[in-house]
């Protein structure tokens, strides 16, 4: 079969790019001619991403729309997938061709027009589907512009029904979790279009297991944003009573507000920030951990750092937000805590900390959900099936 992908940009970058190669590479070896429509490069493993797509058709700046219909013409796919891609003229030029289109939802970006479903300022989840009340009260208008230059940028609320509009005529949206199901519901997507396929993790090491020793280690691994809540981690660390010692591995916007806040609270001496540190590292932290934290505050679609270290057998403890509840089950693999409760999250951490037996069973726990629920190779064989299904459909059913 052929499949077009189709991605704000081409090469290694984060989550969304990872799980746009891994599918592609594997489709490939299983025989499917590949093709991407791809945006900028982003300078990374970009001979990986020409290996795995041998049909590049990049989308030329102010004519997105003509490069999109000619690389439909040239390749002829059986079916479209598109990931990260919020230019209108791109989506509009696919919907109006008439292929097959499935779109993987990675984040809100599609129904948020501050694309992380949160208020920055106070914190609190938003659980509105998108209307005028993005503009008043939540003042979603205006929202940081990642890209340099100006700190700013305006979001069109116009062109974001538009996005949301053309999005629900595609033939399947696949998303990673429940909660990102409900989310495409509130938006008024069709609940028959919507498919749950969540990603795999890397696979662990079979035989790498923590010692869960007396060294009592905490381990964080993720950007240091706002949303992922490390300073309100810091503050639930200080509440804990057991012995312990923390790792923060990641860096970002919010890394120096959190050192400071970790000097001010008197856990300097217990938590310690060691930046970004590549993938094979993380080995020498998980034979030594007794337990992850994850805090992020914002509504995460999945947080696949909780499905990776799983295939480690750590018990993790985390926030209630968004689609962590799918893959961590209170009690079962972890503790997941209410929302911004820090009490709650110290005293779960003293828990795990105080009863080694108790973190070993939950990890084992975590180890055998992951490897039943998460198996690349069915993870592959569904978006096979997906693509010959919608493939079949008639046009406009």
């Known amino acids: 079969m052929k499949i077009l992908y189709v991605h704000e940009r081409f090469g290694a970058l984060a989550g969304a790019e990872a799980n746009a190669h891994i599918t592609a590479t594997e489709l490939g070896r299983r025989g499917h001619e590949l093709g991407i429509l791809h945006g900028p490069s982003t300078g990374k493993n970009e001979a990986g991403w020409q290996t795995t797509f041998p049909n590049r058709f990049p989308l030329t ?34 919907v109006d061709s008439g292929v097959p289109l499935v779109r993987m939802v990675h984040d809100h970006d599609i ?31 205006v929202v940081r512009n990642p890209d340099g230059g100006f700190p700013l940028k305006w979001v069109s609320y116009t062109a974001k029904k538009r996005e949301i509009a053309l999005n629900r005529q595609f033939r399947r949206m696949v998303v990673v979790t429940t909660y990102m199901r409900d989310e495409l519901l509130k938006n008024g997507f069709d609940a028959n279009r919507i498919r749950i396929h969540a990603p ?33 981690l810091l503050e639930a660390l200080a509440k804990v009573k057991s012995k312990f010692e923390c790792i923060i ?62 295939r480690y057998a750590l018990p993790v403890v985390a926030f209630d937000a968004g689609g962590i509840k799918d893959w961590l089950l209170d009690g079962h693999n972890g503790y997941l805590v209410p929302w911004m409760d820090r009490d709650a999250f110290a005293a779960r951490t003293d828990e795990l900390l105080q009863n080694k037996a108790k973190a070993r069973e939950m990890g084992e726990n975590g180890l055998k959900l992951v490897s039943e629920r998460y198996d690349f190779e069915g993870y592959i064989g569904d978006l096979e099936v997906l693509f010959a299904e919608v493939a079949r459909e008639k046009v406009g059913k």
């Not at 951990?289 to 995460?300: G, I, Y």
Request: charged share 20%.
């Open 111 to 141: 129904y948020c027009m501050r694309s992380y479903k949160y208020d920055y300022f106070t914190r609190e989840i938003c659980t509105r589907p998108a209307s005028l009340a993005c503009i008043v009260p939540c003042l979603a208008s």
């Open 249 to 310: 591995l990641g860096d970002g916007n919010h890394r120096q507000y959190c050192e400071d806040l970790n000097r001010r609270l008197g856990l300097a001496d217990r938590v310690h920030f060691k930046g970004f540190i590549p993938q094979d590292e993380l080995k020498g932290y998980y034979r030594e951990c007794s337990m992850v934290a994850l805090s992020s505050v914002w509504p995460e679609p999945i947080a696949t750092i909780g499905l990776e270290v799983m």
């Open 200 to 232: 795999v993790p890397r696979m662990g090491d079979p035989n790498l297991r923590s010692s869960f020793s007396d060294r009592n280690l905490i381990l964080y691994a993720g950007q240091i944003i706002r949303g992922k809540g490390v300073d309100v």
């Open 61 to 94: 700046a102010g004519s997105t729309a003509e490069a999109t219909r000619a690389a439909l013409r040239t390749f002829q796919p059986a079916v479209v997938y598109v990931h990260k891609m919020s230019d209108l003229a791109v989506i509009s030029a696919l």
